[in-house]
Structure formats: C-alpha cells, structure tokens
C-alpha cells in the first residue's frame, strides 16, 4: 500500500496517511485492513477536510485515525460491524481536534443542504439561510444521532450518492434512506420549521 509521499523504493507494509516524512510510521499490514484503508480513506479524509479546512490538518487526524484502527483491529473485526466501530473513531478524532483547538467546524453549509433537505426546508428557505448565516443547522446537525449525522454529513455535505453511503457506513440503501429521513424530520423540528405540505392526488380528468 502506498500513500502520497511515501519515497520510491520504500518497502511494502509502511504508510504515511500522506504526512511528513516525519510522521512516517513502519507498520505490517493484514491484507484486510490494507482493503479497509483503500475504500475508506476517501471518505474519511473528506469528513475531516470538511471540518478543519485544510487537507493537511485532516491528513494529520486520519493517520491517527488509522493507526488506532490498525491497533483494534482484532477487536473491530470480532464486534461485528467494522464499519460503525471505525466511523465512530473518526468522528471522536475530529471532535477531539476540534474541541482541542477550541473552534466550531470550518465548513458552512448553504444553498446546496438547503435545497437537498427536503420540502419540509425548502419551503421555509428564507427562514433557513438566515439560521444558516448564524450556525443554527450546523448546530442542529451536530446534535444528531451518530449515524444520523454521519448520513447527512456523507449525503449533502460531501455529496455522497445514496448507494456509496450505504456501502462506506456499512448499511443498506434503504436504511441510508431511513436515516436520511429520520434525520431531516429531527432537524425539521428542532429548526421550528414547518412540515412539507402534501400534494393533493390529481383528480380523474385533470392534466399531469
């Protein structure tokens, strides 16, 4: 496995999670956790991009990710849901960070999340950006659920499709989708904004 800066010539079984020669850490990996850092370093690099704002704060944060993940492997593997165990170590790394450094996340959320929320959002838009502009949502995001918030976070924040989310956390389309809705209702009302109307069937004899 390789990562960005690893020099030519290095051998087999070391990473830098893209670091500092510095920061270069030897280590013997199993195939399986090499398969592990292949699918979802993407994603959780992004997460913590999107949180700190530079790639080398969130390169810096996913190298301690993974070498907490290399050192539990045994125990993530046995305790049945891989997935879930290493998400929740990145979202403790990149709060941890965050709290250490005594700063909000470094993403604002706009135009984008308030159109991809759902009608029950969208028809109070107005109502919305101003409690963007303040931090409102973030802060309604953050207090949700773990998988809830990871959901969100994968599907409008990085714009994830439904089906790479289902794969990354681990889960099936239509629970990503459950979640998604549970999520968007919870933020809905902790928002105080108004529930989506329903449409009216169309009656017989009127156009489409």
Excluded: C
Aim: hydrophobic share 40%.
């Amino acid at each position: 496995m390789r990562y960005d800066d690893t020099p030519d010539g290095s051998p087999p079984g070391k990473y830098g999670a893209g670091l500092s020669q510095s920061m270069y850490v030897p280590l013997e990996l199993p195939l399986d956790f090499e398969a592990f850092y292949l699918g979802h370093q993407e994603p959780f690099h992004a997460y913590a991009e999107v949180h700190f704002g530079t790639r080398a704060a969130a390169e810096e944060v996913i190298h301690t990710v993974f070498l907490e993940i290399h050192a539990g492997w045994t125990q993530l593997l046995s305790a049945g849901n891989l997935e879930q165990g290493a998400w929740a170590i990145v979202r403790r790394a990149v709060h941890d960070r965050l709290e250490l450094e005594g700063r909000a996340p470094a993403f604002v959320i706009n135009g984008p999340i308030a159109q991809a929320l759902d009608k029950a959002l969208t028809t109070a838009r107005e109502k919305l950006h101003k409690m963007e502009s303040s931090s409102g949502l973030y802060e309604a995001i953050a207090e949700l659920p773990n998988r809830q918030f990871e959901v969100i976070v994968l599907r409008y924040v990085l714009g994830y499709p439904t089906a790479k989310v289902a794969w990354y956390v681990g889960i099936d389309e239509r629970t990503v989708g459950h979640h998604l809705r549970r999520a968007k209702e919870r933020l809905r009302l902790q928002l105080g904004l108004p529930a989506a109307e329903r449409k009216k069937p169309k009656q017989k004899g009127e156009d489409a």
